[in-house]
């Protein structure tokens, strides 16, 4: 009888843990093999150090022309952010929702020309150590 209570309960759970499983869902945000500029994905070849920040960028403000030396991920968490490439003056403007792999190595600016504050989470792979914004 013990058995049988055990296996209904262990049944019971497993079932309830199932459900709960099929509740998650998976929404690709981005698959690809290069950045915005359309450069080959090249991370550091020794000690990689991964840094996750959020910024917080208010309304109407313009961040200073700068390149990135490694690959830098973003997602616009609110708000929108326009990205300038100051070389070629194409710009793009990403919204909230949107994921962005910026490029490597050109230089670029960024602004707020949205109503509301921009919410960015970055994701930087970086050698050990280094920074990954270089400012003109």
């Known amino acids: 009888m013990k058995c049988l209570a055990v296996g209904l309960l262990a049944s019971f759970i497993s079932t309830a843990c199932a459900q ?3 509740d998650v869902t998976i929404k690709q945000l981005l698959s690809t093999t ?3 500029g359309g450069q080959k ?3 550091p070849q020794k000690d990689a150090e991964l840094v996750a920040s959020i910024f917080e960028i208010p309304r109407g403000a313009n961040l200073p022309e700068h ?3 490694y690959p830098r991920y973003g997602y616009i ?3 929108s952010l326009r990205v300038t490439d100051t070389e070629t003056g194409q710009s793009k403007t990403y919204q909230s929702g949107d994921f962005v792999l910026e490029s ?3 230089w670029h600016t960024g ?3 949205g109503e509301e504050p921009t919410r960015l989470l970055v994701i930087d792979i970086v050698e050990k150590g280094h920074t ?4 003109k």
């Open 132 to 135: 990954n914004t270089v400012l």
């Open 34 to 36: 290069t950045t915005s």
């Open 41 to 43: 994905i090249v991370l």
């Open 111 to 113: 602004a707020n020309a």
């Open 104 to 106: 490597v190595g050109r």
């Open 77 to 79: 968490l609110s708000g």
């Open 20 to 22: 709960q499983q099929t």
């Open 67 to 69: 390149e990135h030396p």
